[in-house]
């Protein structure tokens, strides 16, 4: 059975009307909407959803973080209020504003439809449900609690979510701040100053030391403005394809690691991410293996993902989880100490969750801190920049009224 969109018209009320319906046609579909009292104007296969010319395949359509928390939750309520999976599937779709959101549930249901398991259905939008959300729930359809399952992952999706919106609300206003001085510092170099120095240029008096400096300033904007920018564009590109270059990528892992603040936050974050996604599938009923496995791909640092990696390797021949992430010196020791304290008690997943909470605070806290002291900063030296320069422009004025005087 495939998914079809279709626009009618109401035959009653003459209103359009447009949506999706499941058939094996579009013979079919007209049948159903006639059924409806619509008259179909138009009907044509979903592309990305169902089956494509019989068989299914991968789509690359995504839903954003948002999205994928709201439709997560969703879809929790309705399987724990023992709605069936195709009918919740169906549910969404129907009712969701957004396009891409219906295509995808639609293409799932199809899967469900035709005998898949969930997971099997949702891998063919490998973009939306990645392999953490996949293997969570194929874990829940094993034990029969997926229900319970889903649940877990609609706050593990919020959370994440809430997280990432709350890194970016926080660096918004330095960030603009950043990027205003720059505008407003370059524009009263390249135009303002030598605008009103320019009136002192018959003057036979030498011109302040201050002054010349920041003429000299200008003139070098004006004159190389297009080149350094072209520079700064050029290195930019660069720079993001030697990203590409893994070895290049890794040795700039390293460095950004060993650097005093933006290491911290940068080792907090992976270690909070890793440590949520291994509690989620532990909690599941994942093998621990195949959690390690998992995790070290949500894990964005390179030396970091190696390592857990390496500890999934030493898992397997029998070495403990805490053992083999104190040996790669890359992990808090806090986490490292909840993971002993989990693997000691036998409630391994709680602690991982522990672990994933307090790293998040760690984190969140000392991006507060950082933009506490950095936004004074920005203004400070901000202030001392326009006071520079406005001082170059009144000290020729000031001797001017000197000589007058």
Same mark, same amino acid.
């Given at each position: ?31 159903? #909407? ?51 999976? @195709?009918? $919740?599937?169906?549910?969404? $779709?129907?009712?969701? @504003? ?23 259905? +949702? ?17 829940? @359809? ?39 001085? %720059? ?42 403005? &297009?080149?350094?920018?072209?520079? %700064? ?8 394809? /030697? ?13 950004? #690691? ?30 621990? #293996? ?13 030396? +970091? ?15 403990? &989880? ?7 010196? /890359? ?15 036998? @409630? ?19 991006? $507060? ?15 001392? /920049?326009? /006071? ?5 422009? &009144? ?11």
């Amino acid at each position: 059975m495939a998914s079809f969109e279709y626009i009618a018209l109401d035959s009653i009320t003459g209103e359009q009307s447009n949506g999706m319906m499941e058939g094996d046609s579009e013979k079919s579909i007209r049948s159903q #909407l006639r059924g409806l009292n619509l008259t179909p104007i138009e009907i044509k296969t979903c592309k990305d959803s169902g089956k494509i010319d019989g068989k299914f395949k991968i789509s690359n359509k995504k839903l954003s973080a948002s999205d994928i928390s709201i439709v997560t939750r969703q879809f929790s309520t309705l399987i724990q209020s023992g709605t069936p999976i @195709e009918e $919740a599937l169906s549910a969404i $779709a129907q009712h969701s @504003e957004k396009k891409t959101i219906t295509t995808i549930l639609m293409g799932v249901r199809a899967g469900v439809l035709e005998g898949m398991t969930l997971s099997k259905a +949702m891998s063919y939008y490998p973009k939306t449900f990645d392999e953490l959300f996949r293997a969570t729930v194929e874990a829940g @359809e094993s034990s029969g609690h997926l229900d319970a399952v889903l649940n877990e992952l609609a706050d593990y999706t919020e959370s994440s979510y809430e997280n990432k919106q709350k890194i970016k609300t926080a660096l918004f206003y330095p960030i603009t701040l950043i990027v205003l001085s %720059i505008i407003i510092v370059a524009g009263l170099l390249t135009f303002v100053v030598p605008q009103v120095v320019q009136v002192f240029d018959d003057s036979k008096e030498s011109l302040p030391t201050l002054t010349i400096v920041i003429l000299g300033i200008s003139d070098f904007l004006l004159e190389f403005g &297009l080149e350094i920018t072209a520079t %700064i564009i050029v290195f930019v590109i660069t720079f993001k394809q /030697l990203l590409k270059i893994r070895s290049f990528q890794y040795s700039i892992h390293i460095f950004l #690691l060993k650097l005093p603040i933006l290491g911290k936050l940068i080792r907090g974050q992976n270690t909070a991410t890793f440590t949520q996604t291994l509690s989620i599938l532990a909690s599941s009923g994942v093998p621990v #293996l195949e959690a390690l496995n998992i995790g070290s791909k949500v894990i964005m640092n390179l030396p +970091m993902k190696e390592a857990v990696e390496q500890t999934a390797i030493a898992v397997r021949e029998g070495a403990s &989880l805490y053992k083999s992430l104190e040996k790669t010196k /890359l992990f808090p020791p806090m986490t490292l100490h909840l993971i002993s304290s989990g693997e000691s008690s036998g @409630e391994l997943d709680t602690m991982l969750s522990k672990a994933a909470n307090f790293q998040q605070r760690e984190v969140s806290n000392t991006i $507060a801190v950082i933009l506490s002291m950095f936004e004074p900063l920005i203004i400070l030296v901000m202030g001392v /920049l326009v /006071l520079l320069i406005v001082l170059a422009i &009144l000290l020729p004025i000031f001797e001017l009224n000197q000589l007058i005087g």
